[in-house]
C-alpha cells in the first residue's frame, strides 16, 4: 500500500523540501563527553586488588590501560560479575527449594520435568494426587489409579490469565538477550560462559518448576512471587552478560 | 570494524572517546528531534552513548556504527517513553491514538526550518521516532521495525499519522 496516495503531492512535497533544509548534525553541549565519561568510569569502580609491578609490566605500551584492561588480567572467577551470576544462580537454587517446600505443604505432586523433558516416577503425597504440568513436549504423572505412578503425556493446563501475562512479559523480554548472547557466545571467554551457562541453566529449572507448581495452585502468591523474581534474576543475568569478557577480537 | 572499535571493546576510553567525537554530531540531531526539549535531548545523548559502551561487545561489524548508534539511540528512546509513560499511565507508545494540536497553536511559517523542528517535537512519541528515523533518517518500515522492536504495519501507521499532521501544521 501507497501511503502518500493519500496525500497532496504538493504538500507532501513541502514537508519533504523542509525536511531536506533541516541539519544533519547537530552539536552536542560541551559537557556531555564530561558527563557521559563520568557515568562511565563511576559504573567500572571497583574494588580492585593492589597491582604488583609485574603486571603494569605486562601491560602493552601501546595501549591504555583502563580499568577495563586490568580488571581483565584478574582472575575471572574473583571478578565481581562472576560473583554476581553465581549468586543470581545461588538464589535459583534457593528459590527452587522454596517452590519444593510449598508444593509439598499443598499436598501436590512434586514431580520435576529434566533435562529430557521427562519427569520421572512421582511421589505420591498422601493428599489426592493432580496433574503437573510438563514442558512442552514433555510428559506428567497422570493422576494415578493405583500407588504406581504411569507416564502419560497430557496437554498443559491453562495458567490464569495475571500469571500468563507474567510469563508473556518476561519471556518477551529475555528472548532478545537470549539472541544477543547467542550471537556472542563464539567470541566470550570459555570460564565466564561457562559460568553463564550454568547460572541460566539454574534460573531455568527454578522457572520450569515454578511453572508447574503455578498449574496445580495457580493462586498460590508466594509462588507467584517467586517466579517473578526468579524472572527478574534472570533478565539481570542476561543483561550482565553483555559485559562478559571476549577472546581477541582481531581476524 | 574500525580500529577505534576494536580498542573500544576491549575497555579503551580514549578510543571510545574519538567514537564519540565522530558521531556525536549526528546522533544528537537525532536525539534532539526525538526528544521533545534540548534538557531530554541531552540526557537522552549521554544514555545513548552510556549505554553503547555497556553494548559495545554486541556490536559485530555487520552494520555501519552509525546505524549501530541509530538502534541504540531508538531503543534508549523508546525505553525511557516506556518508563515515562508508565509513571503518567498513559496509553501504549506505539499504539497511542491520542493526539491533540494543542500544542502548535498557529501554523508555523513556511520556509521555516525551526517551526518544523517544533512540529516535529509536538508529535506524540510513536509517530515522531517514526517520521524522524523514516523521512529524516531515511529507514525502511522494516529497519525502523527491526530497531524498535515495533511491528512494521505500526510504524507505517505512525508515520502517516505524523505526516498528516506536519502537512496540516505547514499550511
Given at each position: 500500500m501507497n501511503d502518500e496516495r493519500e496525500f497532496d503531492e504538493a504538500q507532501l512535497q513541502l514537508l519533504r523540501d523542509k525536511v531536506k533544509e533541516l541539519p544533519t548534525e547537530v552539536a552536542p553541549a560541551s559537557v556531555s563527553w564530561t558527563n557521559i565519561r563520568d557515568r562511565i568510569e563511576s559504573s567500572r569502580v571497583r574494588t580492585l586488588p593492589t597491582l604488583t609491578g609485574a603486571a603494569q609490566d605486562d601491560a602493552t605500551p601501546s595501549e591504555t590501560v583502563s580499568n577495563a584492561v586490568v580488571e581483565s588480567r584478574i582472575q575471572w572467577w574473583r571478578k565481581p560479575r562472576t560473583v554476581t551470576l553465581i549468586a543470581a544462580s545461588l538464589f535459583a537454587v534457593v528459590t527452587s527449594a522454596v517452590i519444593m517446600r510449598e508444593r509439598d505443604e499443598q499436598g501436590v505432586v512434586t514431580a520435576t520435568a529434566g533435562d529430557n523433558g521427562r519427569v520421572p516416577e512421582a511421589r505420591v503425597s498422601e493428599s489426592p494426587v493432580t496433574v503437573a504440568e510438563a514442558q512442552s513436549g514433555g510428559t506428567v504423572s497422570a493422576p494415578p489409579q493405583s500407588a504406581r505412578d504411569t507416564t502419560v503425556a497430557v496437554p498443559p493446563r491453562r495458567l490464569t490469565l495475571p500469571v500468563a501475562q507474567i510469563f508473556a512479559q518476561y519471556s518477551a523480554a529475555t528472548l532478545d538477550l537470549t539472541r544477543d548472547l547467542d550471537a556472542r557466545r563464539s567470541r566470550l571467554q570459555p570460564e565466564a560462559l561457562a559460568v553463564l551457562d550454568s547460572c541460566l541453566h539454574t534460573i531455568d529449572q527454578a522457572i520450569q518448576e515454578s511453572r508447574a507448581a503455578l498449574t496445580d495452585a495457580p493462586d498460590n502468591a508466594t509462588i507467584i512471587g517467586l517466579l517473578q523474581v526468579t524472572y527478574k534474576q534472570k533478565l539481570d543475568l542476561l543483561r550482565r552478560a553483555a559485559d562478559l569478557p571476549t577472546v581477541s577480537l582481531q581476524d | 570494524m574500525t580500529e577505534d572499535v576494536a580498542r573500544a571493546q576491549r575497555g579503551d576510553m580514549q578510543a571510545f572517546e574519538r567514537i564519540y567525537q565522530q558521531h556525536a554530531g549526528r546522533v544528537n540531531a537525532l536525539c534532539r528531534r526525538l526528544a521533545t526539549d534540548v534538557n531530554r535531548a541531552d540526557e537522552l545523548l549521554q544514555d545513548v552513548f552510556v549505554r553503547a559502551w555497556e553494548k559495545l561487545q554486541s556490536f559485530r561489524g555487520e552494520s555501519s556504527l552509525e546505524s549501530w548508534l541509530h538502534r541504540v539511540t531508538v531503543n534508549v528512546f523508546l525505553a525511557a517513553e516506556r518508563g515515562d509513560k508508565r509513571r503518567r499511565a498513559h496509553e501504549d507508545v506505539a499504539d497511542d491514538d491520542s493526539y491533540e494540536l494543542s500544542a502548535i497553536t498557529a501554523p508555523v511559517e513556511v520556509g521555516d526550518r525551526i517551526d518544523l523542528e517544533r512540529a516535529i517535537a509536538a508529535l506524540p512519541p510513536g509517530a515522531r521516532m517514526a517520521f524522524v528515523m523514516?523521512?529524516?533518517?531515511?529507514?525502511s518500515h522494516d529497519e525502523i521495525a527491526a530497531m524498535s522492536g515495533i511491528a512494521a504495519a505500526t510504524v507505517r501507521v505512525q508515520l502517516h499519522r505524523a505526516r498528516r499532521h506536519l502537512m496540516e501544521a505547514l499550511t
Open positions: - | 523514516h523521512d529524516i533518517e531515511g529507514y
